[in-house]
Nanobody, 117 residues
């Protein structure tokens, strides 16, 4: 089963930055390249929400709550998706996951991001 692996989370003060990485080691490169990839997040007690998407050609879209602060990107040759998070706020605290925009891949364990005030 294809699995995604997220990394790069941690504890950071408000206003700080983190860079998350998602890799899909078992996914065939051509399959990865065909998918719109996305980052999601789930805060305690809340539903998982879409944060950002990136197409094969690096067209991007963002949730209003992160627009101007987060940047999603991908490296198709390495089958990796990145999320650069700047100006972090306590409300960004969540477990962050990557998947396709249709959530068809097996979810990874996610990476915890904690922003202290």
């Amino acid at each position: 089963q294809v699995q995604l692996v997220e990394s790069g989370g941690g504890l950071v003060q408000a206003g700080g930055s983190l860079r998350l990485t998602c890799t899909a080691p078992r996914l065939i490169t051509s399959t990865f390249n065909s998918k719109i990839m996305a980052w999601y997040r789930q805060a305690p007690g809340k539903q998982r929400e879409l944060v950002a998407t990136v197409t094969r050609l690096s067209n991007t879209n963002y949730a209003d709550s992160v627009k101007g602060r987060f940047t999603i990107s991908r490296d198709n040759s390495k089958k990796k998706v990145y999320l650069q998070m700047n100006s972090l706020k306590p409300e960004d605290t969540a477990v962050y996951y990557c998947n396709s925009n249709t959530q068809e891949l097996a979810w990874g364990q996610g990476t915890q991001v904690t922003v202290s005030s």
